[in-house]
């Protein structure tokens, strides 16, 4: 394989690295919103 080939794997990877971490994130985010609505009904 190439170094430019490897350098594109990277990217992708990186890419789809940081949209998983927004995702999970974000749902941390949900979960959390969520129990502070249950806790103060």
Not at 3 to 23: F, H, S, T, Y
């Amino acid at each position: 394989m190439s170094p430019e080939e490897e350098r594109v794997i990277r990217a992708r990877q990186a890419g789809r690295a940081k949209v998983m971490a927004l995702l999970l994130g974000g749902f941390v985010l949900l979960v959390f919103a969520i129990s502070i609505v249950k806790m103060t009904h």
